[in-house]
């Protein structure tokens, strides 16, 4: 028997069903290619029946030449009419996708209080949309919605609606929990004689986690003859979610021997689920099996002293084999530890016994504790690193800022900004307009500075983002900007974080351009133009 | 055979090792009270051979006269010495509790690795110590360690280990998952084991969610044979957590039949969860089965228009059973019926078959594809369903807006808002500071609009959250804003999106002012005062 498994993504299509999740066009892209890499098997990108965005994502993601199969989300035609005029079925098909998940009921009370049609009906409902997209040379995903609660209702029925949608040429058959009620034994049972019923299509399985239970029912169902998974990255989707495939997956491969994703894709599984989580703007719990940062975090005493002995000794995995690590979180050694081997990579040389080291350690920590977040901010880091090595030589220092922003009715807002620097002794004063008040202060930072180092002219900040940390305070609250930019060659990470938005974005604008400046004095291709470039800008 | 379940909370002992996770006395104490209205039947306080913040909760919640059983957690005896002189077993019985918990290792590689001692020394400890608590009158819970990775590396020892805690006279036998990384046929198999060997005593399971599957383990262990099982409150605990006995309990006694709560004690499961994550200051995800904000929150267009016919359609329990309600979500994917309804909700006569009807419709859907999101901003949906069928009376319409941030070298960031509006004909002028340029905005705000509208003087707001919609362009990028706005009674959400943070927290801003007055005009409790109050403000 093959212990090949596949692995169907809908992040983008059920995920966004969860709430408080909303893509864009872009972000769908994104994560589009990122789940391409980890190597899933399909990826479900939305319902081009139903909105223009969906739409204009099928278009875009064929340009993206990705490995995995893009499905097409819809449902069987409506009732009493033709599959051939449906135009969701159509839409289907437009879309340029290259298989179709299409959505039928299974479950005796479904058909009657939601479709309010006939049983024989649904089942032709199902037959003739199948056909119809199978004639087009769609491979087709049947998913038989409510199958366990209409197994459990009318086995006979659900059974034959199975058994209808093989008939007509569906390459899988998927059974649903859709209301995430069922139990892992119910599963198991269920999932079993329906394998031994199915002849050509092979079977898939598609839960939520109504009850906590979709990762335990997806692996039942594989174990029972299921040879696909339906779920979504970290468990998004409607309610309470679907199986979450970052916890899916390892199971099944490295603990029941599956073969699902290849060892270095897997190890790709902690940065992509925390990637999707960040594209996702969704805080990531901390706790999150196998790919959460506490998932190897150890705090109890016993259990620290221990895992120093031998890691197998409180660690069911190693957390290398799906990208996460070990962390110890009462000890005092690990996080200088961790710093130590972060400015090596940097090529700093910080010696561990010596008491700047100590000062930058104990500031990086007092930073964390303020909200600053260095993981996703590396250049951030190395500025701090450096300085506190003495490699730092400031190029400029700050002496104000001023930022307005004007609205009248009927007008558009206006912003500008205001920036008072000194470079090289010289205070230069500078102002600029932005479409918004932390690209007028980019502008203005970047005007002063442009006459003087050049070199500054490729760089451009490429993301942008405001997390609020402490939501109790409302407005009075913290908030972190996080800013990435990039140049011809490189792109960099700076955070800043303040009770003012302005002056936190401030803070990552500002050391964007110190690491500019960092990297270009030590490439030495920068050219400094003491006094000729001054009278270009409005200081 | 008994379908009674016993119920052994350790939110306030294993709950606390997860990291993030820290509580007072004072906090545990609160806790253990809900726990015990909620019905638990063991409440695990904490270790007294620890620290002195765990005797002293031993100490006070004697005091409280709680009908759960209140235990103490420590090891067995050290190795090669004596029960009798053990100082950690001497302050389980000195903490007064009624019940123990002593943990064993039951995994022959732990006793070599981390006890560093033999097996048959390790099965004297378990022996000796256990006798020992019995002869001085405690009920004693023996957890076995790892024991499931201990029975699958050498069997006979793990099931010696149980046999000799048994004949020490322990009154429950607790298999644990210690490492969270059994699958739930293993626990299944093994457990079935086990109790076709145990006689006398009762066995416990404590399983963790190392794999996403606690839930799911400890009830494979209640189905074969186990009568107790240990968890926490929304599943805190080391690394991953423990499992959820929200999610266990319901499931247990709705789904299989078991006797867990009373059906009273289950409806107080929703609101104890949210409780001990506000005691604990944990943010609790709105996905969280069963007792989270969403776990009967519906947003597919096909899902809500099912479930107005028949909540059965797409809810595997009535949420009121745990003491949660249905909630219906407006957003992209939905159709025309999700809005209906909502308009119902809120008391607006749409009906679905008129232009204004279909107007407003197709203007939230482009709203929402500009980046709007309505379903976390009901106040801003209702204000549009409102105009939309001419029942909203403007009291204040937008003149100008300026806002300014400056900052200079040494000193605080400052922010001033300016803003001018019309109200009944007159324009008022207001400035006000704040601690960021929201807030500023905010507080020029409701000084234009309080000396017309007291009322607004009790409301405030308690929420702010921004998201970056689209990165591509960073700064250039939109924004959206949601705010969450508070007065005596109620609160409520609203939406502002623009390329501009500070015109998206101004559109919401206002919005939530608009509909705080909405609801104060609907109350008729507000004060209108023409021209008295006007002379206060700085206009």
Same mark, same amino acid.
């Given at each position: 028997m093959s212990k090949a498994i596949s692995i169907f993504d809908t992040t983008l299509r059920d995920g966004t069903q969860g709430e408080g999740i909303s893509l864009s066009v872009d972000d769908k892209l994104k994560i589009a290619k990122r789940l391409d890499q980890l190597g899933v098997h399909y990826i479900e990108g939305g319902i081009p029946g139903s909105n223009n965005k969906d739409i204009e994502f099928f278009n875009r993601v064929k340009q993206l030449g990705l490995s995995a199969k893009i499905t097409a989300f819809g449902s069987t035609r409506r009732k009493d009419s033709n599959a051939e005029h449906d135009s969701n079925l159509n839409s289907l098909i437009q879309s340029g996708a290259q298989a179709a998940t299409l959505v039928g009921k299974s479950w005796d009370f479904h058909v009657h209080t939601a479709l309010q049609t006939s049983l024989d009906e649904n089942l032709a409902m199902i037959y003739d949309s199948i056909a119809y997209l199978k004639r087009q040379g769609l491979e087709v995903i049947f998913d038989a919605e409510h199958f366990f609660d209409g197994y459990k209702n009318n086995p006979a029925y659900a059974l034959s #609606?199975?058994?209808k949608a093989e008939e007509a040429g569906a390459d899988w058959l998927t059974m649903c929990d859709t209301n995430g009620g069922s139990l892992p034994h119910e599963v198991h049972d269920i999932v079993t004689v329906v394998a031994g019923q199915v002849t050509s299509a092979r079977l898939g399985i598609h839960t939520h986690n109504d009850c906590e239970l979709a990762v335990a029912n997806a692996i039942s169902a594989v174990r029972a003859g299921a040879k696909q998974i339906q779920g979504t990255m970290n468990g998004y989707g409607?309610?309470? %979610?679907?199986?979450?495939l970052c916890s899916v997956i390892p199971s099944l491969q490295l603990k029941l021997g599956y073969n699902v994703l290849e060892p270095d894709q897997l190890k790709q599984l902690t940065s992509t689920a925390r990637y999707v989580s960040e594209i996702a703007n969704v805080h990531m719990p901390i706790n999150q099996p196998y790919v959460g940062s506490s998932a190897f975090a150890h705090k109890g005493g016993i259990h620290v002293s221990a895992i120093l002995r031998d890691s197998r000794t409180y660690e069911h995995i190693a957390p290398e084999t799906v990208g996460n690590h070990q962390r110890i979180l009462v000890s005092e050694l690990a996080g200088q530890s961790n710093i130590l081997s972060k400015a090596q990579e940097m090529g700093i040389e910080l010696s561990s016994d010596n008491d700047s080291t100590r000062d930058v350690i104990s500031k990086i920590k007092d930073l964390?504790?303020? %909200?600053?977040?260095?993981? %996703?901010?590396?250049a951030s880091l190395e500025l701090l690193l450096r300085q506190a090595n003495g490699e730092l030589k400031e190029l400029f220092t700050f002496e104000s800022f001023k930022m307005l922003v004007e609205k009248?009715?009927?007008?558009? #807002?206006?912003?500008?900004?205001?920036v008072k620097l000194n470079i090289d002794g010289t205070s230069v004063y500078t102002a600029a307009e932005g479409n918004g008040p932390v690209n007028a202060l980019d502008n203005a930072l970047r005007k002063a500075l442009i006459s003087y180092y050049p070199g500054l002219q490729n760089m451009h900040l490429s993301d942008y983002k405001v997390?609020?940390?402490?939501?109790?305070?409302?407005?009075? *609250?913290?908030?972190r900007v996080l800013i990435e930019s990039t140049d011809v060659t490189n792109s960099w990470n700076t955070v800043g974080v303040s009770s003012?938005?302005?002056?936190?974005?401030?803070?990552?604008? #500002?050391? *964007?351009?110190r690491y500019a400046l960092l990297r270009q004095t030590k490439r030495a291709d920068y050219e400094e133009i003491p006094s000729a470039g001054r009278g270009l800008n409005n200081h």
């Amino acid at each position: 028997m093959s212990k090949a498994i596949s692995i169907f993504d809908t992040t983008l299509r059920d995920g966004t069903q969860g709430e408080g999740i909303s893509l864009s066009v872009d972000d769908k892209l994104k994560i589009a290619k990122r789940l391409d890499q980890l190597g899933v098997h399909y990826i479900e990108g939305g319902i081009p029946g139903s909105n223009n965005k969906d739409i204009e994502f099928f278009n875009r993601v064929k340009q993206l030449g990705l490995s995995a199969k893009i499905t097409a989300f819809g449902s069987t035609r409506r009732k009493d009419s033709n599959a051939e005029h449906d135009s969701n079925l159509n839409s289907l098909i437009q879309s340029g996708a290259q298989a179709a998940t299409l959505v039928g009921k299974s479950w005796d009370f479904h058909v009657h209080t939601a479709l309010q049609t006939s049983l024989d009906e649904n089942l032709a409902m199902i037959y003739d949309s199948i056909a119809y997209l199978k004639r087009q040379g769609l491979e087709v995903i049947f998913d038989a919605e409510h199958f366990f609660d209409g197994y459990k209702n009318n086995p006979a029925y659900a059974l034959s #609606v199975l058994r209808k949608a093989e008939e007509a040429g569906a390459d899988w058959l998927t059974m649903c929990d859709t209301n995430g009620g069922s139990l892992p034994h119910e599963v198991h049972d269920i999932v079993t004689v329906v394998a031994g019923q199915v002849t050509s299509a092979r079977l898939g399985i598609h839960t939520h986690n109504d009850c906590e239970l979709a990762v335990a029912n997806a692996i039942s169902a594989v174990r029972a003859g299921a040879k696909q998974i339906q779920g979504t990255m970290n468990g998004y989707g409607e309610r309470c %979610g679907n199986a979450n495939l970052c916890s899916v997956i390892p199971s099944l491969q490295l603990k029941l021997g599956y073969n699902v994703l290849e060892p270095d894709q897997l190890k790709q599984l902690t940065s992509t689920a925390r990637y999707v989580s960040e594209i996702a703007n969704v805080h990531m719990p901390i706790n999150q099996p196998y790919v959460g940062s506490s998932a190897f975090a150890h705090k109890g005493g016993i259990h620290v002293s221990a895992i120093l002995r031998d890691s197998r000794t409180y660690e069911h995995i190693a957390p290398e084999t799906v990208g996460n690590h070990q962390r110890i979180l009462v000890s005092e050694l690990a996080g200088q530890s961790n710093i130590l081997s972060k400015a090596q990579e940097m090529g700093i040389e910080l010696s561990s016994d010596n008491d700047s080291t100590r000062d930058v350690i104990s500031k990086i920590k007092d930073l964390e504790h303020e %909200g600053y977040q260095f993981e %996703g901010a590396d250049a951030s880091l190395e500025l701090l690193l450096r300085q506190a090595n003495g490699e730092l030589k400031e190029l400029f220092t700050f002496e104000s800022f001023k930022m307005l922003v004007e609205k009248t009715a009927g007008n558009h #807002v206006v912003s500008e900004a205001f920036v008072k620097l000194n470079i090289d002794g010289t205070s230069v004063y500078t102002a600029a307009e932005g479409n918004g008040p932390v690209n007028a202060l980019d502008n203005a930072l970047r005007k002063a500075l442009i006459s003087y180092y050049p070199g500054l002219q490729n760089m451009h900040l490429s993301d942008y983002k405001v997390r609020v940390l402490d939501d109790k305070d409302a407005t009075a *609250s913290k908030v972190r900007v996080l800013i990435e930019s990039t140049d011809v060659t490189n792109s960099w990470n700076t955070v800043g974080v303040s009770s003012n938005v302005i002056e936190a974005s401030w803070e990552a604008l #500002v050391d *964007s351009l110190r690491y500019a400046l960092l990297r270009q004095t030590k490439r030495a291709d920068y050219e400094e133009i003491p006094s000729a470039g001054r009278g270009l800008n409005n200081h």
